[in-house]
């Protein structure tokens, strides 16, 4: 079995093979990396990418805006992530985004990930019926581990999602309610012993 280490390195160096920068490659290394250790298909899908890459034509994007539709062509997943990492400030705040048209969305998917952690706040992902929950770049929680992902989403949606929790207040004091059971009342013995504590008379 393949360590995530020689996953990242490998993926990092076809990426730099492929035509992208170092930078970019790195920044795809650490995105299969992440996919494969959530399960996902990262170096398959990389293979079917970079074997279409040269014959299939894909546009660039440079903002990101509420909502993001091709001329032409269908959006490259990669430039899609890198775009999406360094505006993720002001793309939070759109609240909704939109992207039409994405290839190989699987490769897009870990990017939204980090930008989760970077925001702080969960992202919900929808696209051909497909959800997924990205948190904090600790797990993507989907209905899509077992499905064969598409190479093309007709439509992407994102939403940034407020942090809640996940319980009632009365659940909350009920439950530290009860934990207080655990709590030590002091007694004076206590007392002196913290007051004096560590100090020694040597008159």
């Known amino acids: 079995m393949k360590s995530l280490s020689e996953i990242e390195t490998t993926s990092k160096r076809a990426s730099r093979a492929a035509g992208f920068s170092w930078g970019i490659a790195e920044e795809v290394g650490k995105s299969v990396r992440l996919l494969e250790s ?101 797990n993507m929680s989907s209905n899509i581990i077992e499905k064969k992902i598409p190479i093309l989403a007709k439509n992407i949606e994102v939403v940034f999602l407020e942090n809640k929790d996940n319980f009632t207040e009365l659940e909350w004091k009920n439950l530290y309610k009860f934990s207080e059971k655990t709590f030590v009342e002091e007694t004076e013995s206590l007392k002196r012993g913290a007051a004096g504590a560590g100090l020694t008379d040597n008159d």
């Open 38 to 138: 959530f399960g996902f298909s990262g170096i398959k899908t990389l293979n079917e990418f970079y074997k279409n890459k040269d014959i299939a034509k894909y546009e660039i994007i440079s903002s990101i805006e509420k909502k993001n539709k091709p001329k032409k062509f269908s959006f490259c997943p990669i430039n899609l992530g890198v775009r999406f990492l360094d505006q993720i400030k002001k793309i939070e705040s759109l609240k909704k985004i939109s992207f039409q048209k994405v290839s190989y969305p699987l490769l897009f998917l870990p990017f939204l990930s980090r930008g989760s952690e970077i925001i702080g706040k969960k992202i919900s992902i929808k696209f051909e019926k497909n959800n997924i929950l990205l948190n904090f770049n600790l």
